[in-house]
């Protein structure tokens, strides 16, 4: 039995697909599009589909899209159309005005939302693009069942199943989802039960996103910079944001909509320059997030009684919150799920649909990694850099040649195996370089071309990681971080943010067998098992999925190597 995840509603467009309980592939739509996002979270774009990802989806599990036995779209609009049903239609204006419609509806373009979200059946049927045809033409809609899911499910399915617990407290937390914004569950074997939820307006992620605004970012794009200016500031103006969060003992949480200009002074425009005060604004917002999340964690921790937590949702992808919570909660153990924002809810609701079918299987989604995305041969890369003669050579030993030139304080782009699913580039489309120059930093910020305050993050070998990070053991998906041990400081100055702490990723040879032994040949020629691990792109692009991305990001940008599976492109200097 196939099922289809498709997220598509606001943003991070993605597909996965699910074999019975076993997941087979997964990609966000912006790899294969090179669109950052996939799409903004704009009504005029919900109808598009993350195509793509979906015939990536498809072609990695051998079937045409008549094969697949159950589609789970991660939004369920039917929990917003309550007032409407039994109606036969629902009036689209045509230029929408103030009023906002039933009750639960917070826009005037929620009509046309809502109706590209209930014809996605019929955009996935007749609406793929024609160089897809392949996999899609002739497939009929009464093959394919189809179940919306709601939001908060998907994130939350996407949080519990894989995880290692068999049985978890859930925490969900995002901008918003249909109507919710947090949620809690418990998860015990193949079952999730939500026990409480917190609705719109009242959202930590808006609020984060307003922020984000407000600083000059782009919203639901660019939190995590405000998360790593947040490190420059001071605590100035936590009294601000506590008098605009209100949370009861309940688990319920309101946030009074408060104008930002008012209190904090006019918005900073993208490109205007950086002062103390927005740096302490991010500060203040940062420390209020974490001791609200750690009250509501507190709640649910003392309900359910479990000693295990799984979160998912944007919010989750806040690694410093993560950490606080990993310190100062009250659960023993954490797992979040590394696509935590929207694209890993396609994830989330194909295994909701496959668990309500298989009811019978133990739970056995394990993600031990985050690599389900397209692969390339040796001889599809060796094809493609003839075709587009480019200079290479073979290397024998990818591992011990690539860590010699690391060692030469040149920077490269590393191309090796499946594509990572979720943010983050975890060894198989990253830029690599080392730690040991405390300039690399700003070298690389210069090369990725983006903001000074940029920090970037180390890979370490699994085995070593404690000795170099504390508490440090198994953290797969830089979702955490952790302070650089003081007697290791010195040695890698480079991923050592500016408040002491490093975003690190674990990696054993299970997990990526070669990027795992570049490391141990690093180790080997300067004690160091530590690499800076950054995505393989550009400022504005997403993280490069093709050999055809990765070569023309190599020659637009100033990296001196790309080590493309068993080959090596080098920039030679005149
Ligand atoms: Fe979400």
Not at 283 to 291: A, D, I, M
Not at 433 to 456: C, G, T
Not at 542 to 565: H, K, M, N, Q, Y
């Amino acid at each position: 039995m196939f099922t289809l995840g498709i997220n598509a509603a606001f943003h991070d467009s993605s597909a996965c697909i699910i074999k019975d309980g076993q997941l087979i592939a997964a990609a966000e739509e912006e790899r294969f599009t090179q669109i950052k996002h996939g799409k903004r979270p704009i009504p005029f774009s919900t109808y598009e589909l993350p195509f793509h990802a979906i015939d990536y989806c498809l072609k990695t599990a051998g079937i045409h899209l008549n094969d697949v036995d159950h589609v789970a779209y991660s939004f369920d609009p039917y929990l917003l159309l309550e007032e409407e049903r039994g109606k036969a239609k629902i009036e689209i204006p045509l230029e929408p005005g103030m009023e906002t419609g039933p009750s639960k509806w917070t826009s005037p373009w929620d009509p046309l939302f809502l109706s590209s979200i209930v014809n996605a059946p019929g955009q996935l049927i007749d609406g793929y693009p024609h160089h897809l045809q392949k996999r899609f033409k002739g497939a009929e809609r009464n093959n394919l069942q189809w179940h919306f899911v709601d939001h908060h499910i998907a994130h939350a399915a996407s949080a519990y199943y894989p995880s290692p617990f068999e049985s978890s407290a859930v925490l969900t937390l995002d901008g918003r989802g249909e109507i919710a914004t947090t949620t809690y569950s418990i998860g015990r074997s193949n079952e999730m039960t939500r026990i409480g939820q917190v609705d719109m307006p009242h959202s930590l992620g808006l609020l984060y996103e307003r922020v984000t605004s407000y600083l000059g970012f782009l919203h639901s794009s660019d939190e995590y910079k405000v998360m790593a200016l947040a490190s420059y500031g001071k605590p100035v103006f936590v009294n601000d944001f506590r008098e605009m969060i209100h949370v009861k003992d309940n688990g319920q949480y309101t946030i009074d909509n408060e104008k930002f200009e008012e209190r904090f002074g006019p918005t900073r425009l993208k490109n205007d320059p950086f002062t103390q005060h927005h740096f302490n604004i991010a500060h203040s917002l940062q420390v209020v997030l974490e001791e609200t999340v750690l009250e509501l964690v507190h709640w649910l921790h003392k309900t359910t009684g479990e000693e295990n937590l799984c979160m998912a949702g944007g919010v989750a992808l806040n690694c410093v919150l993560n950490a606080r919570i990993r310190d100062k909660g009250p659960f023993k153990n954490i797992w979040v799920q590394p696509a935590s924002g929207d694209a890993g809810t396609s994830l989330g609701a194909a295994i909701w649909i496959d668990v309500q079918e298989h009811k019978e299987i133990s739970k056995n989604y394990e993600m031990p990694h985050a690599y389900w995305g397209p692969d390339y041969s040796d001889e599809e890369i060796e094809k493609f850099l003839q075709w587009a003669k480019v200079p290479y050579r073979k290397l024998k030993n990818i591992a011990e040649e690539t860590a010699d030139i690391l060692l030469q304080d040149k920077i490269i782009g590393w191309f090796q195996g499946r594509m990572e699913f979720g943010p983050r580039a975890l060894g198989s489309r990253s830029i690599l370089a080392s730690p040991i120059n405390a300039s690399m930093q700003a070298r690389l910020n210069e090369v990725k071309d983006r903001e000074d305050f940029r920090p970037v993050a180390p890979v370490v070998l699994e085995e070593d990681a404690a000795d170099w990070f504390d508490k440090a053991s198994y953290s797969p998906f830089m979702l955490f971080v952790h302070d650089v041990k003081e007697d290791k400081a010195d040695k890698i100055p480079a991923v050592r943010h500016v408040d002491g702490t490093a975003r690190i990723q674990t990696v054993n040879k299970n997990q990526h067998t070669k990027y795992y032994e570049l490391l141990q040949a690093f180790k080997q020629r300067t004690g160091v098992p530590v690499l800076v691990n950054t995505s393989f792109n550009t400022l504005g692009k997403p993280i490069v999925c093709t050999p055809r991305d990765a070569v023309e990001c190599f020659w637009s940008s100033p990296f001196d190597a790309l080590v493309i599976g068993s080959y090596v492109i080098e920039k030679t200097y005149a």
